[in-house]
């Protein structure tokens, strides 16, 4: 128990001082603005390999007077996200209408707004009744499951080979350490390795020939050690760089989401 213990106080020493040697998001973000994200977008579908079930997504980026808004709608929910224009969460929102995933969750909806502390408060519904709320303090180093998507697309120009951060699980309302590794690949199927793939995606991305960048997410520190899962959130090689899909965490609980339209 004790040799157990020495050992992962030692990886986790080891994976401070290499986390201290690579870019944090803060840096790689602090020039880049919402204005060099266009309008557009993405229609897909979410796919699940092992019930072989699938349904359609509809996400689009809109700029406004008060920043970038980002609406996701599915069959199961409807998600937004308002970032002002350094890519902080202002306020966001998730709201589901599906039992059987309100059963899972607990909630039927989830409110997040920013207060003059920089934390993003997370408030909990279920039937109109708040069930909980929780505060995540963000700085400018937090991207968290939803901001993820226009950080990445911003970055995909001149984003080093690494860098590290803070992800926000809202879920969750938790931070945990991550770093985020960045790959432009022909091919996409060693990524899938581990994963049961749909096989409508799989004839996609075997008859598919184009270039994309692949960011692979990880989960650092002690928390590193509990959840050693990754999560892939593909893009377009060329600007401005669209979102094209994502997948990750365990086999048995993933769905892979994935535009038609990139």
């Known amino acids: 128990m004790l040799k157990r213990a020495i050992v992962l106080f030692a990886l986790i020493i080891s994976t401070t001082f290499t986390l201290a040697a690579i870019p944090t998001l803060d840096s ?6 919402t204005n060099n994200i266009p309008n557009y977008e993405a229609n897909g579908l979410i796919m699940n390999a092992h019930t072989k079930e699938s349904f359609p997504f509809h996400m689009t980026f809109n700029q406004e007077m008060s920043g970038l808004f980002l609406t996701v709608k599915t069959k199961m929910s409807e998600s937004t996200l308002n970032l002002n224009s350094s890519f902080q969460v202002l306020h966001s929102s998730f709201n589901v209408s599906h039992p059987p995933l309100i059963d899972k969750l607990n909630y039927d909806q989830r409110l997040g707004q920013r207060n003059e502390l920089d934390e993003v408060v997370f408030t909990f519904y279920s039937k109109d009744s708040k069930t909980r709320e929780k505060g995540v303090y963000y700085t400018k180093n937090t991207l968290d499951t939803f901001s993820i ?3 990445l697309q911003v970055l995909s120009k001149d984003a080093p080979e690494q860098f590290s951060a803070d992800f926000s699980v809202q879920h969750m309302a938790i931070k945990v350490p991550v ?3 960045k790959m432009v690949t022909s091919n996409l199927l060693p990524f899938f390795d581990g994963y049961a793939l749909p096989e409508q995606l799989e004839k996609h991305i075997r008859s598919t020939k184009k270039t994309y960048i692949v960011y692979v997410l990880s989960v650092t520190g002690w928390q590193g050690f509990l959840y050693n899962h ?3 959130y593909v893009f377009s090689s060329t600007p401005p760089y669209k979102y094209i899909g994502h997948w990750g965490g365990q086999n048995k609980t ?3 989401s994935w535009s038609i339209n990139p």
């Open 28 to 33: 790689l973000i602090q020039n880049q603005s």
């Open 149 to 151: 998507f226009p950080i």
């Open 179 to 181: 770093v985020i590794h």
């Open 230 to 232: 990754r999560h892939y």
């Open 254 to 256: 993933n769905l892979f």
